[in-house]
């Protein structure tokens, strides 16, 4: 599944997700490679936007997580964390995608010793973005909001 945020402020990335202090060390450091401090010449743009779009580019807009079995597959402490860049929060659209695609021959024919590998790839081409989307709302309220 692809997730793709529209606006150039918001980022998306998996991250720690078993302590909550991550998403709080993860804003510091953002914000020393970023300062808010007026230094930037910008027009008709408010004095956090340009720091937001170099945070924004520092970690992505976008994110793919597999599915396997209906689940969204993270790593033991892993989750997907939405990361509004500004002070002043508007709503913002995310885009959801189911990527569909067959296996690449090299990558089918270097772990074929795998028995399983057909059937899960099979079972995420089969899968639906509703299906995808009910896992996503867990991840949302479990994980993104701090």
Known sequence: MNLFSQHTSVSLSINENGIPDVHIGMKIILNKFALEDNSYEQLDEREDDIPAHAKCSLLGSSMNIPIISRRLVFGTWSGAHLWEQRNCAGSQNIVMAKVEHKPHTLLYYCITFQSDFKFYVDRL??????????????????????
């Open 125 to 146: 081409i089969n899968l639906t973005v509703k299906i995808a989307l009910a896992q996503f709302l867990y991840v949302l309220y479990d994980a993104i909001i701090p």
